[in-house]
């Protein structure tokens, strides 16, 4: 894997470290970190309540369009 060189303050440098466990690298701690994102993003959407309705009322639509 080909590394790269980041240019970060050291405020924020110290601020990843702290989330960091003994001899992890930074890049591994991005990377949990990332990845605890990207997880606490899909459960946000995945639990989202936006665009939902009841039980109830998808029953009702749906023996409103498809009547018996």
């Known amino acids: 894997?080909?590394?790269?060189?980041?240019a970060i303050t050291k405020e924020v440098k110290n601020k990843i470290s702290e989330f960091g466990n003994k001899g992890e690298s930074f890049s591994d701690i991005l990377k949990r970190l990332l990845m605890s994102a990207e997880q606490r993003l899909l459960n946000d959407i995945l639990m989202s309540?936006?665009?939902?309705?009841?039980?109830?009322?998808?029953?009702?639509?749906?023996?409103?369009?498809?009547p018996k």
């Open 49 to 66: 309540k936006d665009g939902c309705v009841t039980i109830e009322e998808a029953i009702r639509e749906a023996q409103e369009k498809w």
């Open 1 to 6: 894997m080909e590394n790269t060189t980041i």
